[in-house]
């Protein structure tokens, strides 16, 4: 089964210091990833994605995250994070199944 | 304007109750999803529609029972729930059914089971 691995639950970070959250896929002949924020008490928001093309893919906010084929990774960087950007972070694959997420990521940011 | 409405933002319910989660879009998409998300859980998929039609129910229990009456509208029926049903459902939506499509959420629904 296609499956995602977030290799960290909680990542405690000063502000404005840079952050990677780390995400790794099983691989498949297609895979689609996706990075998804959720602030408190609310719904999933599409932060970037990977569908072809340039490895590299970056979003309004100042993330980006690199499509590694090689070591089936698809981490999120920031170079410098805001109190703002406390959140859980999913990330996400699909391929031949519906979208499936990693169990999440908790960002959060110490003023 | 990528907007997925759900109603009621909150809802308590009785185990012998039945309600109804609803969700709208205008966004032209054809496929449409419920997903569970439990307190500090990722979301987990339940149902899937395409173009009006289900095409996944990922062994989820009869006592939830999903409805498109229309490409716009999508809504979850509920009777005799148990307490462990209690978490956020999320309904989203994507242009198509196809992997790559982008998936936009709604806010979700607050479901407590008492």
């Known amino acids: 089964a296609q499956s995602v691995t977030q290799l960290d639950s909680q990542v405690p970070v000063f502000e404005e210091a840079p952050v990677e959250l780390r995400c790794n896929y099983s691989s498949s002949v297609s895979v689609y990833l996706f990075w998804y924020v959720q602030y408190p008490n609310q719904g999933l928001q599409l932060l970037l994605k990977?569908?072809?093309?340039?490895?590299l893919v970056e979003s309004i906010n100042g993330f980006e995250a690199e499509f590694n084929k090689s070591q089936t990774s698809f981490h999120l960087r920031k170079p410098s994070v805001h109190i703002s950007d406390t959140a859980e972070y999913f990330c996400g694959r699909s391929g031949n199944t519906p979208l499936v997420f990693g169990k999440g990521t908790r960002l959060s940011v110490i003023a | 304007d990528t907007e997925v409405t759900q109603t009621p933002k909150h809802l308590v319910m009785g185990m012998t109750n039945k309600k109804s989660l609803k969700c709208e879009q205008h966004m032209g998409h054809r496929a449409m999803y419920w997903y569970k998300q439990k307190a500090k859980k990722p979301p987990e998929l339940m149902f899937v529609?395409?173009?009006?039609?289900?095409?996944i129910n990922e062994s989820v229990p009869s006592r939830f029972s999903p409805e498109c009456p229309n490409s716009s509208l999508l809504n979850l029926h509920l009777h005799a729930l148990q307490p462990e049903d209690s978490a956020l459902y999320l309904c989203?939506?994507?242009?198509?059914?196809?992997?790559?499509?982008?998936?936009?959420f709604g806010e979700g629904s607050w479901l407590t089971v008492v």
């Open positions: 529609y395409s173009y009006e039609k289900l095409s």
């Open positions: 989203a939506s994507s242009q198509g059914r196809g992997s790559g499509n982008t998936i936009y």
């Open positions: 990977y569908l072809s093309g340039s490895t």
